[in-house]
Every structure is written in C-alpha cells, then in structure tokens.
C-alpha cells in the first residue's frame, strides 16, 4: 500500500526526508525525518509535517503528532511544515 500523496509537492530539505505511516484508515500522517545524528539519542529523530485524507486528497495541518487539524491548502504549505504561520498584519506584508 502506497501511503505516499500522488500529488505532493515537495521536497525535502537537505539532510531530511519524508515518511508516511498510517495514522487511522483514511488518514496518511506526513512525516520529516532528520537525518542528523544526535548525542541524547540512537532513534530516528522526526516531526510531524502534516496529514492526507486519502479518501478526500485534502491536506490538513497538524495540532500536535495525535491530533488532526484544520484543512489546508496545499500551495499554502512549506516544505518543514503545514502549520499556517499566524502573521499580524505588519508581518503578513514583511513575508509576502
């Protein structure tokens, strides 16, 4: 079974990668591995990236590695995550 999205569009940074795992029956959960190695610890260090409803193909930003939030859209993502940044309205023209 293919987890990965046919129509994501990103690639990694350098020195991470992606990894899909199943997080309920039509969920994929989006992973960002790193690559690096740390001292505290031998496992795979990863954050959440996001999730992919594999029924709708919708995307949805992450609460937290457990919780599935609200629905994103795709070119309004970056490649370390699909949490919208929350700009004031300053910031929001600074960044655009």
């Known amino acids: 079974m293919n987890l990965c999205p046919h129509d994501f569009p990103h690639q990694p940074p350098k020195g991470y990668s992606y990894e899909y795992t199943s997080f309920k029956r039509n969920v994929t959960a ?11 610890t031998s496992d795979p ?3 959440i990236w ?14 937290n590695s457990k919780k599935v939030g ?7 993502t970056r490649n370390y995550t699909a949490m919208q940044l929350n700009l004031n309205p300053l910031e ?4 655009s």
């Open 70 to 76: 609200k629905e994103v859209q795709l070119s309004d």
């Open 92 to 95: 929001a023209a600074l960044f």
């Open 50 to 63: 996001g999730f992919f409803n594999t029924k709708t193909g919708k995307y949805y930003a992450p609460i």
């Open 30 to 40: 989006i992973w960002l591995r790193n690559h690096s190695i740390f001292s505290y």
């Open 45 to 47: 260090v990863r954050t």
